[in-house]
């Protein structure tokens, strides 16, 4: 069996810092991904730009040149892609951590591939595997999805937007822009506050000029092969539907965190536990780090202000090492 100072399960931009951190120090580490390197980050929309400038999403000081102030997923992926190859980080890309059992003081991490033995574990997981679900009869549907891709798919189509956050608004004005006759469903009063500064007024526009109807205080019922329900202020309304996505957040595998053995707030919040002067979990030698830390919470937490929790992490192993 392999062994290693720590094993880093996620090969997302925190993942990927603390593996560069890791070998900076001399430890012995390897970065477990399951999907390719920054597997979220290739899942998210073909044309999505940041809401941080490139500088923000550096790590390790090096530095992240893009075209406009605020970098596109595509450069994103090179930047990150470099850093993995140019430094030679030990990762194993397309094999899952199933578990970690505690034995002797050490952690046996099993995969879809091997079974490891390192001393301590960094858990960098994310949140975007799984999406908050929005329970109507319907959504099961092949129509339907959780993830935007890309807008020519939506061309001369009758396609509904559920939810009022970023990649909601994004992905409503881009298939607008390709053809699409777009319905945004809002669960409350307006845009969301957090919609990038920049493309707002755009969508407020949109909406108000009556380019993309919008329900506001608004949810779905059920969604069938032709059309869907909305509840809205405007009543119960029933409109041709071809395609639905339901944008409406992710959200981190609470399950694995629980096999691990982390304990989670009791509220809805499900804050997993954490020191927040040494990311080191409730248990010994198990650390958090990047998005997973915000639970439910999932703007609590980004590139920009988590990827500190690498120098933290490596310094309090080395610190428990002397
Ligand atoms: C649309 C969108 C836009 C965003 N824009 C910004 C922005 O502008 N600025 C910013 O700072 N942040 C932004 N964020 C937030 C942040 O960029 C991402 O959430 C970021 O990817 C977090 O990095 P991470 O390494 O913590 O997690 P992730 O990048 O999600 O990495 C987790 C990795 O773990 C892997 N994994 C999960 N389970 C396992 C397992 N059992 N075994 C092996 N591998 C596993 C996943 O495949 C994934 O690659 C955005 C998020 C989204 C969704």
Redesign the pocket.
Known sequence: MQRFDVII???????IACGLEAKKAGLSYLI????PI????FN?PIN?Q???SSE??EIDEIPFISKEAKPKRNEALEYYRRIVTSNKLAVHLF????RVEQRDNKFIVETTKSTYETSNVIV??????LPNKINVPGEDLAKVSHYYKDPHFYASQKLAVIGAS??AIDAALECYRKGAEVTLIIRGPEVGKRVKYWVRPDIINRIEEGSIKAYYDATVNEIRENNLDINSSEGLVTIPNDFVLALTG?MP?FE?LKRLGIQLSSDEKLLPTYNPDTMESNIEGLYL????CGGMETHKW???N?RIHAPTIIKHILSKKV
Request: aromatic share 18%; no cysteine; proline share 2%.
């Open positions: 399960i996620g090969g997302g931009p925190i993942g477990i991904e399951k999907g920054v597997n979220s980050l998210y999505m940041f809401f941080s923000k999403l094999e899952e951590v199933k960098a997981t994310g949140f975007y595997d970023n990649s992710y595998n694995f780090a990047g998005v997973i980004f590139i920009e988590s």
